[in-house]
């Protein structure tokens, strides 16, 4: 065997026990891209509220507004009514205390130091819990804000293109991106391609995706696939100046070390372990009803036979 002495030289098992071993940092195959963080145009907000004043829908007339007026008549008047419940937004916490035993960071913290190590997987738990939150929350939620017309559902199960073009008819000014877990993302590029129409690929943000009419597909595992296999597509149209679907955030809380992103040492208690609350501030608000829409009722299980 290899590592069996020869010839009265010293083995390499036991020559290994005095070399240094070269190690990673500790890896963790939870942390995903998280694309819709970077996707979205992100709003600073006072006091962690943020109010969508909307206007009132208009009665369906054009006799407050004349084109190319006639002789002396009065002009009509017009006004524009505001809302008068308006919703509010109340940024969210998300949030722990990372508890790491001072014995354990004084002495096992070479090459890679344990706080720095705990707090940066601890991070990253957070940041992944945000994007769920953006998803599934029940206030601010991507999911609970879509208005009853602006869901459909699919025609027979598997999401075809006419079921993608259903869901643009309902989000058309300026769509920006479809939403969906990597299985339905992989049964759009099935019914697409099964019908000789397959998507194309576009590069954004370092990565490369499918696309449907020139919007690309974005896959994330925040939409969750239930136990029959079925799922939502969103689509959605992003940024304030087009009265799209934002992401809301406190600039300055205490202890920032990111955006909205705090790190505070809490001391050291009778055990001798030293505490960290980490906590992510945010929200997501959908300035206008249009700018989001669903398709519900996904099936990501079917698959095709080809001769």
Request: hydrophobic share 35%; proline share 7%.
């Amino acid at each position: 065997m290899a590592d069996e002495a020869v010839a009265g030289t010293v083995s390499g098992l036991a020559a290994r026990q005095l070399s240094t071993v070269t190690k990673s940092a500790p890896q963790w195959s939870g942390i995903t891209p998280r694309w819709l963080v970077p996707l979205l145009e992100w709003v600073p907000v006072e006091a962690g509220v943020y109010r969508v004043n909307r206007v009132k829908e208009p009665k369906a007339t054009d006799g407050d507004i004349v084109c190319s007026p006639v002789g002396d008549a009065d002009l009509p008047e017009s006004f524009v009514d505001y809302e008068t419940e308006p919703r509010e937004f109340t940024l969210n916490a998300v949030t722990t205390v990372l508890e790491v035993q001072t014995r354990v960071s004084d002495l096992y913290s070479s090459p890679h130091d344990q706080v720095r190590e705990q707090l940066r997987l601890t991070v990253e738990k957070v940041k992944e819990r945000q994007e769920r939150q953006l998803f599934n929350n029940e206030e601010y939620g991507l999911l609970n804000q879509i208005e009853p017309q602006q869901r459909a559902k699919t025609r027979k199960g598997a999401p075809t293109p006419d079921d993608l073009d259903g869901l643009i008819s309902r989000v058309w000014k300026q769509p920006s991106y479809f939403l969906a877990h990597p299985s339905a993302v992989a049964a759009i590029g099935r019914e697409c391609t099964r019908r000789g129409v397959p998507p194309a690929t576009v590069n954004i943000m370092g990565g490369t995706f499918l696309s449907w009419r020139g919007i690309p597909i974005i896959p994330t595992d925040k939409l969750d696939v239930d136990a029959k296999g079925k799922t939502s597509i969103l689509l959605i149209r992003t940024g304030y100046e087009k009265q799209g679907v934002i992401g809301l955030f406190q600039p300055g809380v205490p202890g920032e070390v990111g955006p909205s992103l705090s790190v505070r040492f809490m001391g050291i208690d009778k055990r001798a372990v030293a505490s960290y609350l980490v906590s992510l501030y945010c929200s997501a608000a959908v300035l206008s009803p249009d700018a989001i829409g669903a398709l519900d009722d996904v099936d990501v299980t079917k698959f095709h036979e080809y001769a």
